[in-house]
């Protein structure tokens, strides 16, 4: 493997720009469509850009003539092999990671132009980088990503290899044809954890070889506008012929997004030193009080600590990189700081803020830590766990769906009906679905006292637990949720052994909106 210096690889630069091909490709001549470096983009795109900028051509062992068709299989599904020159692409993404810091990559604002297997190379990057603390930084830098004849459901490589017909093809090339759960889960994961990465799509109209190598739903991310479609094949949707081709142009205003600045400056994070002594110093009252902002300003003589976080978000969403580099992180230090100084008080928490947000609190202070929290839902009224609950008029529903899906969501209806806008949202294959909601199905549904608050919250609980006996596969929750921040927040803390749980902002759009992407906590 090898990270080639293209242009302006000077420390100066301001961004850098990672050209990955794909299967039967290579770090120079994929990118050209003539003998010579006069015919490549890959040289052109630099001084073209007049940016202060770095190019790089990432190369690979990925010529199809060393790849035996079983080592393409083993690396689908991760499994090393002695033949050819295969790799599991989890191993090739950690060997990647490895070259790119020593490079210095990570250390800029980052964007990758992918072609064929290149993107899913680059999304395992993504995804490898994000899980360690010595390497996140190369998926934090990451803002832009260009997809160009990318096979994101996998289902035609088959074809891809019949195309190439350097590979031998037999009877067990059919197992390509259909989707594999790796390729499921990577592209699940980067439609969760792309929130903060603008992502652009183009896809090839032209049969190869008299074969369409990556159709419509292959090519599509599931995230960002919808793929281009161009009369391009395979091999020339890399190669354009001038500046002024549509790729070449797309790829030049994707990296303009990299310099535009942020609307007004990221506020630093409150350390745990500034926590620790805020709450000690009221550690002797009974109840302690913490203000929380998202959206608006407003305030509370009585608070303890203040945290206003308006200036993370652009509307009701949060800028990108901050929910994982500041607000989840604050919440956590939040939680073990009040464990460490402040166990035995009671913590309320009031404010102005956004439903994810709440949930997330909510997951800070899961149930299982035993710390006494509550929301000041208004005057006279503090939602709790600790509360006893009462029946309220609401029932759960579950539905099983696909036995298989590792993913299920959860629709919380309290002040509105979610189920029109989660329709209209995009979400992976579900393998089961939880609907809490009023049984008259009388909208807003009102809950009067903290009591019955407790109450719909343990029916949340009780409905996951049945779902799971259900829907043994799934591994990662969906929570859409239209209803009171203390109940939000309450909700949170019942989903302590449900694993990863994405959570949604609720965008007005048009008269249904639709659901965006929030934190995963």
């Known amino acids: 493997m090898a990270l080639l210096r293209i242009y302006g690889c000077e420390s100066t630069r301001a961004a850098d720009v990672v050209f990955v091909h794909g299967l039967g490709g290579d770090p120079l001549r994929t990118w050209r469509y003539g003998d010579d470096e006069s015919t490549s983009w890959l040289h052109q795109f630099g001084p073209e850009c007049k940016r202060e900028i770095a190019v790089w051509s990432l190369g690979y062992p990925a010529s199809p003539t060393r790849w035996s068709l079983s080592g393409l299989l083993r690396m689908l599904w991760r499994t090393p092999t002695k033949k050819g020159r295969a790799m599991a692409l989890s191993d090739r993404a950690t060997q990647a990671i490895d070259l790119m810091l020593q490079t210095g990559l990570g250390d800029r604002p980052l964007m990758f132009v992918c072609h064929s297997l290149g993107g899913l190379l680059v999304k395992e990057v993504l995804r490898t980088s994000a899980g360690e603390p010595r390497t996140a930084r190369l998926y934090e830098s990451t803002k832009a990503v260009m997809f160009l004849a990318t096979p994101h459901a996998g289902s035609q490589l088959a074809n891809f290899a019949a195309a190439l017909r350097s590979l ?5 090339v059919e197992d390509l044809r259909t989707e594999t759960p ?10 969760d954890n792309s ?3 603008q992502t652009r799509t183009y896809r090839e109209t032209l049969k ?3 074969v369409l190598v990556v159709p419509r739903t292959s090519a599509n991310p599931g995230i960002g506008p919808q793929p281009v479609a161009l009369d391009e094949d395979h091999f020339s949707i890399a190669a354009p012929r001038s500046p002024e081709s549509q790729v070449f142009a797309g790829a030049k205003a994707l990296l303009l997004t990299l310099f535009v600045p ?8 409150m350390s745990r030193e500034s926590m620790r002594s805020c709450l000690a110093a009221h550690s002797h009252q009974e109840t302690i009080f913490v203000h929380l902002n998202t959206h608006v300003r407003t305030a509370d003589t009585r608070a303890a600590i203040t945290l206003n976080w308006d200036g993370y978000f652009d509307g009701r969403l949060a800028r990108p990189g901050v929910w994982n580099s500041h607000l989840l992180p604050m919440l956590n230090d939040l939680a073990l700081t009040v464990r460490d100084v402040c166990p035995q008080n009671e913590i309320v928490f009031s404010g102005n803020c956004c439903l994810p947000v709440s949930i997330a609190l909510g997951k800070a202070f899961a149930e299982p830590t035993g710390l006494n929290v509550a929301w000041q839902q208004g005057p006279g009224q503090r939602w709790s766990l600790h509360t006893q609950p009462e029946h309220t008029p609401f029932e759960a529903t579950v539905q099983a769906l696909n036995p298989t899906a590792t993913d299920a969501a959860v629709l919380i209806s309290v002040t509105t009906n979610v189920r029109a806008s989660v329709r209209a949202s995009e979400l992976p294959q579900l393998g089961g679905r939880l609907i809490v909601e009023p049984v008259s199905r009388c909208y807003p549904a009102r809950i009067e006292r903290p009591s019955q608050a407790t109450a719909l919250a343990e029916t949340v609980r009780h409905g996951l637990e049945r779902l799971r006996e259900s829907a043994t596969q799934i591994r990662r929750l969906h929570v859409f949720y239209a209803g009171p921040v203390g109940l939000a927040m309450l909700i949170g803390q019942k989903l302590n052994t449900f694993g990863p749980v994405q959570t949604y902002e609720h965008i007005p759009r048009d008269m249904l909106g639709e659901y965006v992407p929030a934190a995963l906590v």
């Open 262 to 269: 942020p609307a007004g400056p990221v506020p630093d994070r």
């Open 168 to 172: 031998r093809v037999s009877t067990s």
């Open 182 to 191: 790796y390729l499921e889960t990577l592209a699940s994961w980067y439609r």
């Open 208 to 210: 190869t070889r008299g």
């Open 195 to 197: 929130g903060h990465i």
